[in-house]
């Protein structure tokens, strides 16, 4: 059973910011109630802040395709992998957005397509120790057919590749590695237990 404790069981004694650029990084001091009761000692923290995301996994369900993107990421560099890295279209919430106009936004501009219908699947934390970001998860219908090429905003160092394959194929890729984008692989392995009722939802098959 999951314990009933929440954000009125924390104590936040200071809040600094101790880096601000394109993303910003908080030292916090708290403490919080304890599993065996009472409070624990004041802790400090370190949160990264990069805002809150949107993620849109593509499914053509009459072709049974998904279409996916493949890009450069520094992190992977970082973290001695390929950096370039298979995943699903994703951006950030800009002031003022909702997470299905970011949905839209973000699919016409890394894969130059349209979405037809927009179905949520979940909203994620990505690394809660010490990431903020959320991740607000959507699958959409499209038409693959004519879904390939080069896309992203150049004003963004955007240098997008996207590309269809089989659902069967995709989830494949997860299976031995080829695909570990933790939101791509989150979003592949939903679609493998919901197709059926995504494709009924969408009269096809």
């Known amino acids: ?30 403490r919080h109630r304890a599993f065996a009761g009472g409070w624990t000692q004041p802790l400090t923290r370190e949160v990264f802040e990069r ?22 990421r520094a992190g992977a560099l970082a973290a001695g992998l390929n950096p370039w890295l298979v995943e699903v279209v994703a951006g950030i919430i800009e002031d003022g957005e909702s997470p299905e106009e970011v949905a839209r936004r973000e699919v016409r501009e890394e894969a130059g397509c349209a979405v037809d219908d927009l179905v949520f699947i979940s909203q994620i934390l990505l690394s809660p120790g010490a990431v903020s970001e959320t991740v607000r998860m959507y699958c959409a219908r499209v038409d693959g ?20 394959l089989a659902t069967d194929q995709a989830l494949a890729m997860v299976k031995d590695g080829r695909i570990n984008n933790s939101v791509a692989v989150m979003s592949l392995l939903w679609l493998a237990g919901e197709r059926d009722s995504l494709r009924k939802r969408w009269g096809v098959g």
């Not at 080069?150 to 590309?163: A, K, M, N, P, Q």
């Open 1 to 30: 059973m999951v314990s009933t404790l929440g954000r009125d069981d924390v104590e936040i004694i200071a809040k600094d910011t101790v880096f601000k650029g394109y993303f910003q990084v908080d030292r916090y001091r708290l």
């Open 145 to 164: 057919s004519g879904i390939a090429g080069l896309h992203g905003l150049e004003s963004e160092g955007e240098d997008i590749r996207v590309f269809t």
């Open 51 to 72: 805002g809150h995301a949107v993620s849109v996994l593509l499914y053509d369900p009459v072709r049974d395709e998904v279409a996916l993107i493949e890009q450069f």
